[in-house]
């Protein structure tokens, strides 16, 4: 199973993209939903979680402005990100864990704040 991200692109500071993740095929016995992000220079860091019971977890850097959403029936995961800063530009990253540990990550898509 693949987890093909998706929604990237170039947007200006103030404005809003909204990510999707989506996997090949089906996963089963998800723990954890998550999505990570990695600029230029930085290591990867944790942007937002999902638990399989719905409960959340955002970096303290995006509170406020993003959510994190996802739909159990398809294993489906969204980020919507409000109020961009260009200190949000990262290649996104979506990850998914399962109960036994194992991880799947995505192939990332590029979101850019710029002027």
């Known amino acids: 199973v693949q987890l093909q991200a998706s929604g990237g692109g170039l947007v200006q500071p103030g404005g809003s993209l909204r990510l999707s993740c989506a996997p090949s095929?089906?996963?089963?016995?998800?723990?954890?939903m998550g999505w990570y992000r990695q600029a230029p220079g930085k290591s990867r860091e944790l942007v937002a979680s999902?638990?399989?019971?719905?409960?959340?977890n955002y970096a303290d850097s995006v509170k406020g402005r993003v959510t994190i959403a996802r739909d159990n029936t398809k294993s489906t995961l969204f980020l919507q990100m409000m109020r961009l800063k260009p200190e949000d530009t990262a290649v996104y990253y979506c990850?998914?864990?399962?109960?036994?540990?194992?991880?799947?990550w995505g192939q990332g898509t590029l979101v850019t704040v710029s002027s």
């Open positions: 095929g089906r996963i089963f016995s998800i723990d954890t």
């Open positions: 999902i638990r399989s019971g719905g409960s959340t």
């Open positions: 990850n998914v864990r399962q109960q036994n540990g194992f991880e799947l």
